[in-house]
T-cell receptor
Framework: SQELEQSPQSLIVQEGKNLTINCTSS?????LYWYKQKYGEGLIFLMM?????EEKSHEKITAKLDEKKQQSSLHITASQPSHAGIYLC?????????????FGSGTQLTVLP | KAGVTQTPRYLIKTRGQQVTLSCSPI?????VSWYQQTPGQGLQFLFE???????NKGNFPGRFSGRQFSNSRSEMNVSTLELGDSALYLC???????????FGSGTRLTVV
């Protein structure tokens, strides 16, 4: 089965700083999702990437899937306290018609005002 | 449109009891999947249902079961609860159009 490794595990940044979170897969990624979670709550969808070299942006968050489709990065520009939370990458694993998401262990982001 | 609705939000049960959690997917979504989140194991896949059929199952004991109804609403059941079943249970619905997963707010189960 697929394994996803996220780095760093935790990140503390000053408000206004840029940051990057990485997600590396043991297998080729065919669908990579980024979610944000506040502690104890549900997952908020950020972005979905499917093609090698794809890059998507929403507000100050940009996600990329590398050409070889085994690594993705999430970049936040000019971080704000509202960006704080747990960031999770998830890989879409399909076997025939059956589907499931395999998740990384998450990156805990703290943004200091 | 309405999102994924999970009920109840919080549950406290005693060891040995059983529990049923409910998930109502986004209208039109026929795939519903369930995940367990714990501090030690992270997010783990439980099972996926599509059109009332279980298409995929994760590595969990038989005490964990689920079903899906004709209106795509899904329930998961855990029998003979153990302390280790304490977790946040998340449900996600997905369409066959864009394949994205939308998650509910989760049910926090505490087993005492």
């Amino acid at each position: 089965s697929q394994e996803l490794e996220q780095s760093p595990q935790s990140l503390i940044v000053q408000e206004g700083k840029n940051l990057t979170i990485n997600c590396t897969s043991s297998k080729t990624l065919y669908g990579l999702y980024w979610y944000k979670q506040k502690y104890g709550e549900g997952l908020i969808f950020l972005m979905m990437l499917q093609k090698g070299g794809e890059e998507k942006s929403h507000e100050k968050i940009t996600a990329k899937l590398d050409e070889k489709k085994q690594q993705s990065s999430l970049h936040i520009t000019a971080s704000q306290p509202s960006h704080a939370g747990i960031y999770l990458c998830g890989a879409d694993e399909a076997s025939g018609s059956a589907r499931q998401l395999t998740f990384g262990s998450g990156t805990q982001l703290t943004v200091l005002p | 449109k309405a999102g994924v609705t999970q009920t109840p939000r919080y549950l406290i049960k005693t060891r040995g009891q059983q529990v049923t959690l409910s998930c109502s997917p986004i209208s039109g979504h026929r795939s519903v999947s369930w995940y367990q989140q714990t501090p030690g194991q992270g997010l783990q896949f439980l099972f996926e249902y599509f059109s009332e059929t279980q298409r995929n199952k994760g590595n969990f004991p038989g005490r964990f079961s689920g079903r899906q109804f004709s209106n795509s609403r899904s329930e998961m059941n855990v029998s003979t609860l153990e302390l280790g079943d304490s977790a946040l249970y998340l449900c996600a619905s997905s369409s066959t159009v864009n394949y994205g997963y939308t998650f509910g707010s989760g049910t926090r189960l505490t087993v005492v």
